[in-house]
């Protein structure tokens, strides 16, 4: 089956250091890939994806590479802020319209 | 901006209770989603619906029943709450995109304790 795995945290950075969170997958075909991030007392909100391999999703600073070799999907940021504190998901779909999270990484920034 | 809301955003009840916690989108979405999501933040599919009058279980067993007579809505009911059932219930839905994938959107949550 589909399966989802990325780093455990709490992982905690100064502000503006450089940030990654990794993801692998394993899964049939080719799946989307998302990672989405969780505020504290808020639902998840999507972040960014890419559909198909060597797709590089980013949104708000964030970037991420669908890569097929080595089936990951890692999020990184040149320079976190504060604000970036929260919980990051990264997520596969599945065939059956059930997506696949990974455990969740607790990020932490200090100023 | 997600279009997707739960209430009541927090309750607290005594063992034994009946409880519904509502889960609404005005997008059309078909599919809907409930996830379970424990201290630890993983998140546990309990249950989803693929459109109306369609319902199934998720991996996670549940004690709790959904129904989805409209679309815009996937109400989640509890027939006598437990201690163990307290937790953070994430309502979902999913909408296709152009580009021949999906984006899910997610409500705030309802935070659940019983005592």
């Known amino acids: 089956g589909n399966s989802v795995t990325q780093m455990e945290g709490p992982v905690t950075l100064s502000e503006e250091a450089f940030l990654t969170i990794n993801c692998t997958y394993t899964?049939?075909?080719?799946?989307?890939l998302f990672w989405y991030v969780q505020y504290p007392g808020e639902g998840l909100q999507l972040l960014l994806k890419a559909t198909k391999a060597d797709d590089k999703g980013s949104n708000k600073g964030f970037e991420a590479t669908y890569r097929k070799e080595t089936t990951s999907f890692h999020l990184e940021k040149g320079s976190v802020q504060v604000s970036d504190s929260a919980v990051y998901f990264c997520?596969?779909?599945?065939?059956?319209?059930?997506?696949?999270f990974g455990r969740g990484t607790s990020l932490i920034v200090h100023p | 901006e997600a279009d997707i809301y739960q209430t009541p955003r927090y309750l607290v009840i005594g063992t034994g209770k009946k409880i519904t916690l509502e889960c609404s989108q005005t997008?059309?979405?078909?599919?809907m989603y409930w996830y379970q999501q424990d201290p630890g933040m993983e998140l546990h599919l309990i249950h989803y619906?693929?459109?109306?009058?369609?319902?199934e279980k998720g991996d996670l067993s549940s004690e709790s029943t959904v129904s989805r007579i409209r679309t815009e809505h996937f109400p989640l009911t509890l027939e006598s709450a437990r201690p163990s059932h307290t937790s953070q219930y994430l309502c979902a839905s999913r909408g296709d995109t152009t580009d021949g994938s999906y984006e899910q959107y997610f409500g705030p949550g309802t935070r659940l304790t019983v005592t």
């Open positions: 997520a596969s779909s599945g065939g059956s319209y059930i997506p696949t």
């Open positions: 619906s693929y459109g109306v009058n369609s319902t």
């Open positions: 899964a049939t075909g080719y799946p989307s």
């Open positions: 997008m059309g979405h078909d599919k």
